[in-house]
């Protein structure tokens, strides 16, 4: 079977982003920081190189609350034959199943005389229960040394990724760099605005001001984004 090439989107060029508020929250309520049911639009503006034929593009850097089924991707020459967000985010355990069987490196200090010891060593378990090495010693459980210890990794286990990733897959009939414009939704997002009306001396004019606070609760920020606020309940 032929190889599909990968390509990887790392992040937007440029962003825009569209905050609905909490539809439940009413007039009067604050934002509840820890459970933020507003959602928002987010567009993205990314240039990426394709070559001819089938090959996967993986945008990295989506936000963390996208809903994978909403997402819409506009520019590329051959359309999109799948997509689908990738679950493998990095994580202490997927960083253990990744390197399962590999080589890595142990670091232990002694706490009495602060030596640090370096020794390679190969991972023997996955994740699910205690972290078993192999070492010129022998087989034995992450931990139990009774000395500080840690694991190094060479290198990232290939399919991980430390940041939410939507792939697509796409069937280009030519080779081309194009800008891509990729649309989705988002959940954890909300808004709020405080006003103060001064009345002037003449008792008819006054003045207006606004304070518009957003909260966004994905791990993801959106540095220099347009941005809009929408008032109302909009119909989802």
């Known amino acids: 079977a032929q190889t ?12 825009a982003v569209t905050i609905y508020r909490d539809p439940q929250r009413g007039q009067g309520g604050g934002m509840n920081l820890d459970y933020l049911n507003g959602f928002a639009v987010v567009t993205e503006k990314r240039t990426v190189s394709v070559p001819a034929g089938p ?9 963390e609350g996208m809903v994978a089924v909403s997402a819409v991707v506009r520019g590329l020459p051959g359309g999109i034959v799948e997509q689908n967000r990738d679950k493998k985010l990095l ?15 142990l670091k232990r200090t002694d706490p009495a005389t602060g030596k640090v010891i ?7 378990s996955g ?16 931990q139990c040394s009774g ?3 840690k694991v190094i990794y060479e290198n990232l286990p290939g399919g991980l990724f430390a940041t939410p990733v939507l792939s697509v897959d796409t069937v280009s009939p030519r080779a081309a760099t194009v800008e891509v414009t990729l649309t989705y939704l988002a959940s954890g997002f909300d808004w709020n605005a405080d006003y103060v009306v001064k009345l002037g ?20 920020s959106f540095a220099d984004a347009e941005l809009l606020v929408i008032a109302g309940t909009l119909n989802t």
Do not use: H, M
């Open 4 to 15: 599909r090439p990968e390509i990887i989107s790392a992040k937007p060029d440029s962003v």
């Open 127 to 142: 994740s699910q229960g205690a972290l078993v090495v192999q070492t010129e010693g022998g087989i034995e459980a992450l």
């Open 55 to 63: 090959s996967t593009i993986r945008f990295a850097s989506v936000a």
């Open 201 to 220: 001396a003449d008792g008819k004019s006054l003045d207006l001001f606004s304070w518009l606070t957003l909260a966004n609760g994905n791990a993801e």
């Open 147 to 149: 000395l500080p210890e």
């Open 118 to 124: 370096e020794q390679p060593a190969v991972i023997r």
């Open 91 to 105: 994580s202490p355990g997927a960083l253990v199943d990744g390197t399962l069987g590999n080589r890595v490196t």
